[in-house]
Each structure stands twice: as structure tokens, then as C-alpha cells.
């Protein structure tokens, strides 16, 4: 009876987080619209871009090869699991244990790493740029978000997500420098991560200065769409670790009723529409900057994250 | 168990005399690298067989010096070494099967091949100090022999050279390391070097002689300088196993010495490994960022995991030194699951890199491109390595670096502040360098089997032969189970940690589901096999779905490139340019890189011109004073060679007197 029900929450947040995942860039790009003042698009245009993708043909370059369509599968599926394996609503997910934060981060780079060689497949300029860029951002990114995940790791005691949500929530950990730096730090990641404004523009379409849309130009069709849902799962999963971990309050027990699970998910829906909005704000009042001086501002996430790291080291109530 | 080691090894060496006298018929390939194959699938049974087997099987026997004799055991730790050394000698030698045919020159490398591999399954064998050194030196000068194999080209000479005198000096410092150890009645054995406690001043020497000795052999900064001249200078089957296997078998010179003959570490000693370990393995990967000849970057990955595998040594010693022994344990287990995990992928890269070189004569990325739609075979299984190597999951690489990151999660538990401060440090290099790799390895796949071809040799290369493609997919499967279960390899590392720290982390097959649980299952766990069953099926309901329910359509059409495709395949991204903004960010502090452009003034027709400078700072600030100075010392006693019999004599009277002067005193 537990199993069937542990089977059923895992089952119900693999497809919440594929049905959020739209709605959440949506809903960032309406309220970034309102705030330029423009008529933006409406806020279910994510899924209509994606059910035209999906249902169009895949124009293959003639240099294409088996590992470019095979990517987005990959990428998707790995987005996917990674989004899946986060506490949302219910902590104490059935297979919650198969792979702790350093899995999951890693298991992003994986995704990466093989959107970075679909870049440099087809053989022309503008995937290569992108992919080079792509993996130096990532290159800083990683680091900074591992001294991350040790922060909060040294403070929790563990690295598995659901343990560390359950002793954020306990209480013990109180007000602290190293957190605050690693929260600052992993916002800063997120941003990077998710190609949003200032590293990348998600919605620009003047070629030197695209980084993740350049290294995805050739695709098309439902290649298109796999890799556009699994960059807006990836938006996602930023914002519920961030949530899971910083502000894991609502959050359902395993052993939580229907109104713990009706509350854990209004607080969850409550957290990402929070999220978005800021997100959109702080698009909306930053401009982009110019690529070479994103490793500045990456190499300050990392310092963040190894200065909290270092802190706890120190001690362990920093 | 061990007079069957030994019987393999004297049938390797066997076959080097056999292989002198064949070498120049056309069956000489299959003659001798078939046996090899053989044999060292066998010494690897002998190595599973001995890793549980209690009491160690040891031997004495009356060869060397009179009054030792020569020892050999084979307790947990050297059946460790016996494995990934003769899986990897196993892979060499099925790969060489095929690739051994083209050999131009079969009779400066089939002679040696045996021996070198009887070489390196002796100094892990070797139970003295006077055997584990002449075994050593025997693995330098027959792995030098073959490194020179190729010496028509200067390139190779060159590395030969420098790979002799570093070799040298590396059996210098373990000479001394040893010396000092033996003491002054000269116990060579193991068994009394462990005995006699040396005193901490004596300990503390012998660990810098023999990471100095040892390291240089396995590459650390700075004494990695010959390393990524040497290993690709070989035959590519024999790259693989001087990059794959002969690291690791330093590695297990400095196991021995720290882990075992030195007794209890001191806390300071771990500060040294890790800051080594650390330094390693950022600056390998830098180095190996800046490379486009394909199997010089291989080898400069090898510098990288050296330091990974020191970083967790490091920390094994440094838990051990605390008297944590479960940390010491999971520690020591990571650093050794990654010399494992290492040798497979490393030597399944060179082997791609050598089929390349085969099918195309070209080793420079910049002249390759388009393999994967000529030879699809060796591109999935390089990619696999690729993806191992690079610590992404679920392959193996990842497993090892997950303990290690596990690992440095226990430390803030140690007291000593000098290792509260380095610990995080060493924990942001190790992971700047895991992705730092994921980045090097994007542009070795891409720039070499995506993309267009760039000449002619790679637009008609055809795929390699079956026994090589053999060797790489046997390679890429053990990335893959030891990826997804590592439970069995942590397992079997076990007895080995227990002989050295004396525990073992928790048994791991027994766990459900396969979980690899390193401390507590509140701490940490990890499944690779769900993590890859979750991502193969998810993936591929999602390609089913979609090919039924949505689309399944495909047009070819030519390249989109925001509406201006060019057909020359220059227009495509270099290595060179890949690495740009990388080189940016980390090359103008690391190698003071600087890019000069020259633009031709207005109305001239040459083209524009960028050239990139990189200085290797390393190499300018330790080598060249010690060859400058040795040069002007050269040049200042070279007059003593021309001089006349009269000053000869007074020379030779005036040394005696100051000698006997000396004695006098």
C-alpha cells in the first residue's frame, strides 16, 4: 500500500514538474512584458510553441550525425530525471535517494556536455561559438555550484535533497553567514545556468552575442521542442532547489496527509510564482554584459561558495 | 599463488628473444601479441584470486644480490595493481592484434612490448627494496625503448631524451627514499622496513624522496614535464598502457612507501600530497585545454587524474594521521577506485586516438573532423570514454570523483587548521578540474569526429580493424558496469583498504537496489544503475511518444547557420578557437598567454594574421636554469678533456693528495 503510494507522489511530481516547466517561462516572460510595457505573449505560449514543434518536420543539416538527433533525447531525459528527483511539494520521494545533490548537478553537466558536441556536429560557426562559450560558463558555473551543495551540505549533514529540506526546516540551523553567501552564490549560478540575462539572453536573436541559443540553431521540429522543454525544466529545477533548500517551509512530510499535500503544494506553486516574478524584475532592471565579463561574475559565485565552505570549515555555527 | 604470477611474468619475458628473431616475418604481430593477451589475462585472474586470499603467498628466490636474494609477495594491495595492470596489458594487447599490423617498424616494438609488461607486473610484485628498484628501472628503460621506437622522428628523440633523464632522477629519489629506509645494516626487505620505525626526520625525508621519485613517474606538477612528450611519442597501444597502467603503478610505489613501509603519517604530510594533488590536477587539465594533437592532450589528462588520485591519497592520509579510520578508508577507497576507473578509460582514449592515427596518419585535431560519419564505431566508443573521464554520470569517472567530493565533506572533523583551510581549496580545484575535463573533452570529440572533415585524410578515413574495435568496446563496457555498479568494485577494494588503514568502508552489493551507500544512507547514496535506467527509458518513451503521436518526419537539407552556410569546412570552429575564450579567462595568468593580430594595411591583399603565445612557466622557471646551468658547467669542464699528459698526471696526484688529506681529517 505505501509502495503504490510512494509509486503515485514519484509518478505525480515527474509529470507536475513536465507541465510546470512551460508555465513557469510563460509566466516569466508575461510579467517581464508587463514591466517593458509591451503586449506580450499569452501565458500558455510556451505549450502552444511546443505542440507546433513537436508536430513539425525535423530539418536535418546534410553534416548531421547520429549524435545530433539523439541529443535532445538525452538532454531532455536527463533535465527531466534531474527536475524529477527534487522535493517540491512532498519531500521523501520514492527514489529520492538514487542520486543526491552532486548527482543531480552532475548529471546536468552530462546534459550539457552532450548539447555542447550537438553544437559542434554540424560543423558551422555559430554552434561551435556557442558551444565553446557554453562550456566556459559552465566551466565556472560547476565549481561554483559544488562549493554550493558544500555549504549547505556541511550545515545539513548530508547531501541528499530531502535530508537537507528536513533540516532546514528543523529549526537548527538558524541565521547564517555561510548560507547567506551560498544563497547569493546560487542565484548567481542559477542565473548563469539557466542562459538568462545578464550571461544570456534567452530571447535574442542577434548572433554574437547568443551563447545557448547559437549552439542550438540547427535544430528544428520536435528536436526543437525537446531541448526548449528540457531548458525550461532546468529553469525549474533551479528554482525548487532553491526553494527545497532555502525556503522549504510548507513542504509535506512523507508520512503528510491530503492537507499537508494540499498545502506543500500551494506553498510550492506559491514559491515558483514568487520566483519567476523576481526573476522577471531582475531581467527586466539589469542589462546583458559582454561574455568576457561573465567570468567575473562567476568566479565571485565561486569565491561565495568556497568562502562559505571555508567558513564552516572554520566553524561550525558560521 | 605468487609462483604462478611469476611463471607469467618469465613467459612475457620469454617472449622478447622470440620476438627478436621474428620480428621481421609478417605473422610476428599475431605471434607475440596473442600470448601476451593470454597471459596477462591470466596474471589478472592470479591478481582477482589473491585480492581475498589470506595468508599473502609469498616467495623467496636466490637472484640479485648473494646475500638477499630476490622477494616477491603478493599481499591485497599488489593483487590491486596486478588487475588494473594486466587489464589494461590485456586491452593493449587485443587492440594491438590489429592495430600492431601497420607497425612500420614491428622490430624496435615487439621485443620490448613483452618485457616492458613483465616490467610493471614486477615492481608490484616485488616484496624488497633492491628487487622493487631494479624492477623499476627495468619498466623505465623498456618503456624508453619503446617511446624511442619511432626515433626517425626528431620530435620523438627529443622526448626520449627528456623521458630518460627524468626517469633517472625519479629512481634517484626513490634510491635515496629506499637507502634511508633500509637504515644503516641495510634491511632491504619489506618485511624489516616495516619493522624498524624509522624516526619521524627519517619518515619525513623518505615521503618527499618518494613522492618526488615516485611522482615524477606518475606525473604531478612539476615534475610532469617529460610525461606529455613521452606517452604520446609511443606506439598507441603503448600510450595507452605508459598513460593508463605505468602512472599507476607510481601510484602504487608512493601507496607503498606512504601507506605501508613508513608506519604512521604525520597530519603535515597530507598537506603536501593534497596541495600536490590539487595543483595537478588544474594545471593538467589547463595544459590540456591549450593541446590539439589529440594524444598529447590525452596525456596532459593524465597529469589531471594523477592529481585526483592524490587528492584523494591526500586524504586518506590525512584522516589516517587524525586516527579517522572509516574516513581514512572511504578516502583511500576513492583515490584507488579512480586509479581503476583511470586505467580503463584513459587506456580506451588512446586507443580511439591511435585508431584515428592509423585511418588518417593525423594526430592534430585541427586537420581531422567528420570521423564520426567514417568511422561510427571507434566514435561511440571514444565518445563513452569521453564521457567517462569527464566525471559525468552514470559512467565510472564520476563514481570515483563522488567518493572524493564525500570524502572532503568529512573534513571539516579534522583539527589541524592547516588542513581547514587547504581542504576546501583543494575541494574547489578538484572541482574546477572535473569541469575544466567535461570542457577539454567537448572540444577533443567535437573537433575531431563532428563537425565536416577539414582534409582529405579525414573525409576517406575508413573505420579500424575488429580486433582493435574489440579492445575499445571491452573498455567502454567496463566503463559502463563500473559505472552503474560500483557497489562490486568498492567491494573488492575492501581487503585493501584494511590493509592499510585497517578498516573498510561498509559492504556495498548487499544494499537494495544496488545503492552505493559510502557512510550512512542519511549522509549520502548514489545509483548509478536507476540514475541510468531513469534517463535511458525516460528518453526513450519520449522518442517513442513523440515519433508516434507527434512527428516522425525528416528532411536533409543543407546547414541553417543563420542563413549564410559556407561549404569550406575552415569556417567551422578550430581547437584552437574552441579553447579561446577558456584561454581568456584561465591562459593569461596560467601561461601568459597573449594573442598578437596582424592586420595587413588597407589595400594590401595578404590575409589578416592572429598568432597565440603561451609560455609553459613551469618548464621556463624549473627546467631551463637547471639545463642552462648543467650546459655551463659542461662548457667550463669541457677544457679538462684537451688537456696534456703532464697536467693529467698533476691532476690525478693533486686529486689523490686532497683525498688522502681528507681522510686524514
Not at chain 2, 83 to 112: D, K
Not at chain 2, 300 to 319: K, M, Q, R
Request: hydrophobic fraction near 55%; charge should be neutral; proline fraction near 5%.
Amino acid at each position: 500500500m505505501i509502495a503504490i503510494r510512494d509509486v503515485a507522489f514519484q509518478g505525480a511530481q515527474m509529470l507536475l514538474v513536465l507541465l510546470l516547466a512551460p508555465l513557469l517561462t510563460g509566466m516569466v516572460r508575461v510579467v517581464k512584458a508587463f514591466l517593458l510595457r509591451r503586449q506580450g505573449p499569452p501565458l500558455l505560449q510556451p505549450y502552444l510553441d511546443l505542440v507546433r514543434l513537436l508536430r513539425k518536420e525535423v530539418v536535418l543539416a546534410h553534416s548531421a550525425s547520429w549524435l545530433f538527433r539523439v541529443t535532445p533525447y538525452i538532454v531532455f531525459a536527463g533535465t527531466w530525471v534531474a527536475a524529477s528527483l527534487v522535493p517540491t511539494f512532498r519531500s521523501g520521494l520514492l527514489f529520492s535517494w538514487s542520486a543526491d545533490l552532486i548527482a543531480l548537478i552532475a548529471l546536468l553537466g552530462s546534459a550539457r556536455f552532450f548539447l555542447a558536441l550537438a553544437g559542434l556536429d554540424v560543423g558551422t560557426s555559430f554552434g561551435g561559438i556557442g558551444s565553446s562559450r557554453e562550456v566556459m560558463i559552465a566551466s565556472l558555473a560547476e565549481p561554483a555550484m559544488l562549493m554550493i551543495v558544500f555549504t549547505i551540505a556541511l550545515i545539513a549533514g548530508s547531501t541528499q535533497l530531502s535530508i537537507m529540506a528536513a533540516h532546514m526546516t528543523s529549526g537548527a540551523v538558524g541565521l547564517r553567514v555561510s548560507l547567506g553567501l551560498a544563497l547569493l552564490a546560487l542565484i548567481m549560478v542559477s542565473i548563469a545556468e539557466n542562459a538568462r540575462i545578464p550571461i544570456d539572453n534567452p530571447a535574442t536573436h542577434l548572433e554574437l552575442t547568443m551563447v545557448h541559443e547559437a549552439m542550438v540553431l540547427e535544430y528544428s521540429g520536435r528536436h526543437l521542442a525537446l531541448i526548449d522543454l528540457a531548458s525550461e525544466l532546468k529553469l525549474l529545477f533551479y528554482m525548487s532547489v532553491i526553494a527545497c533548500l532555502f525556503i522549504p517551509w510548507g513542504i509535506a512530510p512523507p508520512d503528510g496527509n491530503a492537507r499537508a499535500i494540499f498545502v506543500g503544494m500551494f506553498t510550492y506553486l506559491a514559491k515558483l510564482a514568487v520566483g519567476g516574478v523576481l526573476l522577471a524584475v531582475f531581467e527586466t532592471s539589469i542589462a546583458k554584459m559582454r561574455v568576457f565579463r561573465v567570468p567575473a561574475f562567476l568566479g565571485a559565485a565561486l569565491m561565495l561558495g568556497l568562502l562559505g565552505t571555508l567558513l564552516l570549515f572554520v566553524s561550525g555555527s558560521l | 599463488m605468487v609462483t604462478s604470477a611469476l611463471f607469467g611474468i618469465v613467459a612475457l619475458l620469454a617472449l622478447s628473444p622470440i620476438a627478436v628473431f621474428l620480428a621481421s616475418s609478417s605473422r610476428a604481430t599475431a605471434v607475440i601479441y596473442a600470448p601476451c593477451l593470454i597471459i596477462t589475462l591470466m596474471l589478472a585472474a592470479v591478481g582477482g584470486a589473491c585480492l581475498f586470499e589470506q595468508p599473502v603467498s609469498s616467495i623467496a628466490l636466490p637472484l640479485g644480490l648473494p646475500w638477499l636474494g630476490a622477494h616477491f609477495k603478493i599481499d591485497s594491495l599488489s593483487a590491486f595493481f596486478v588487475i588494473v595492470v594486466n587489464l589494461g596489458g590485456a586491452a593493449a594487447s587485443l587492440f594491438a592484434l590489429g592495430y600492431g599490423q601497420h607497425e612500420q617498424a614491428p622490430e624496435r616494438v615487439l621485443p620490448f612490448y613483452p618485457a616492458y609488461l613483465a616490467g610493471m607486473n614486477l615492481v608490484v610484485l616485488a616484496d624488497d627494496a633492491f628487487s622493487f628498484l631494479v624492477a623499476w628501472e627495468f619498466m623505465s628503460l623498456t618503456s624508453w625503448a619503446l617511446v624511442v621506437a619511432h626515433h626517425y622522428e626528431r620530435e620523438n628523440l627529443r622526448a626520449g631524451y627528456v623521458y630518460l633523464l627524468m626517469a633517472g632522477f625519479g629512481t634517484f629519489a626513490l634510491l635515496l627514499a629506499f637507502g634511508l629506509l633500509a637504515g644503516s645494516n641495510g634491511n632491504y626487505l619489506f618485511e624489516s622496513i616495516r619493522a624498524a620505525q624509522p624516526s619521524s626526520g627519517v619518515a619525513a625525508m623518505v615521503l618527499v624522496l618518494g613522492l618526488v621519485g615516485a611522482g615524477s613517474k606518475a606525473g604531478v606538477v612539476p615534475l610532469h614535464a617529460w610525461l606529455p612528450l613521452a606517452h604520446p611519442a609511443a606506439p598507441s597501444h603503448v600510450s595507452a598502457l605508459m598513460s593508463g597502467v605505468m602512472t599507476k603503478v607510481a601510484v602504487y610505489g608512493f601507496v607503498r612507501i606512504a601507506f605501508d613501509l613508513l608506519g604512521p603519517p604525520v597530519w603535515w604530510w597530507s598537506i603536501l600530497v593534497l596541495a600536490v594533488g590539487g595543483i595537478t590536477a588544474v594545471m593538467g587539465v589547463l595544459y590540456a585545454l591549450m593541446q590539439h594533437d589529440l594524444k598529447r592532450l590525452l596525456a596532459y589528462h593524465t597529469v589531471e587524474n594523477i592529481g585526483i588520485i592524490f587528492i584523494g591519497l591526500g586524504l586518506a592520509l590525512a584522516f589516517k594521521a587524525y586516527g579517522m579510520a572509516d574516513a581514512a578508508a572511504l578516502a583511500l577507497t576513492a583515490g584507488l577506485l579512480h586509479v581503476f576507473n583511470h586505467s580503463v578509460f584513459k587506456s580506451l582514449l588512446f586507443f580511439g586516438a591511435g585508431a584515428v592515427l592509423n585511418a588518417t596518419g593525423e594526430r592534430d585535431m585541427e586537420h581531422l573532423g567528420g570521423l564520426i560519419h567514417r568511422m561510427p564505431q571507434t566514435a561511440f566508443a571514444f565518445l563513452v570514454g569521453c564521457v567517462a573521464i569527464s566525471a559525468l554520470p552514470p559512467l565510472n569517472g564520476f563514481v570515483s570523483e563522488w567518493l572524493t567530493f564525500q570524502a572532503i565533506l568529512l573534513s571539516p572533523q579534522l583539527s589541524s587548521w592547516g588542513l581547514k583551510f587547504l581542504v576546501p581549496a583543494v575541494g574547489a580545484l578538484l572541482a574546477l578540474s572535473a569541469a575544466l575535463a567535461a570542457a577539454c573533452f567537448v572540444k577533443a570529440f567535437g573537433v575531431s569526429f563532428l563537425g565536416r572533415p577539414r582534409t582529405p585524410a579525414a573525409a576517406n578515413a575508413i573505420e579500424t580493424n575488429s580486433n582493435s574495435l574489440a579492445a575499445m568496446f571491452f573498455l567502454s563496457a567496463l566503463c559502463l558496469v563500473a559505472g552503474v555498479l560500483p557497489g562490486i568494485f568498492i567491494d573488492a577494494l575492501a581487503p585493501v583498504t584494511n590493509a592499510l588503514v585497517g578498516v573498510s568502508i561498509p559492504h556495498q552489493t548487499g544494499l537494495d537496489w544496488l545503492t552505493i551507500v559510502p557512510i550512512a544512507e542519511s549522509r549520502s547514496s548514489y545509483n548509478g544503475l536507476l540514475v541510468f535506467v531513469f534517463v535511458a527509458t525516460s528518453g526513450s518513451i519520449a522518442a517513442f511518444a513523440i515519433h508516434r503521436l507527434a512527428s516522425d518526419k525528416i528532411r536533409r537539407g543543407p546547414a541553417w547557420d543563420c542563413g549564410y552556410p559556407d561549404p569550406s569546412p575552415a569556417t567551422q570552429y578550430t581547437a584552437s578557437s574552441f579553447a579561446q575564450p577558456i584561454r581568456r579567462v584561465y591562459g593569461t595568468a596560467v601561461f601568459k598567454a597573449r594573442e598578437i593580430g596582424e592586420m595587413p594595411p588597407p589595400g594590401a591583399t595578404r590575409p589578416a594574421r592572429l598568432t597565440v603565445e603561451l609560455r609553459d612557466l613551469i618548464w621556463d622557471a624549473a627546467y631551463v636554469p637547471i639545463a642552462t646551468a648543467v650546459e655551463y658547467a659542461a662548457g667550463r669542464l669541457n677544457v679538462l678533456q684537451f688537456l696534456t699528459i703532464r697536467r693529467y698526471l698533476a691532476l690525478v696526484f693533486s686529486a689523490l693528495v686532497l683525498l688522502l688529506l681528507v681522510l686524514a681529517i
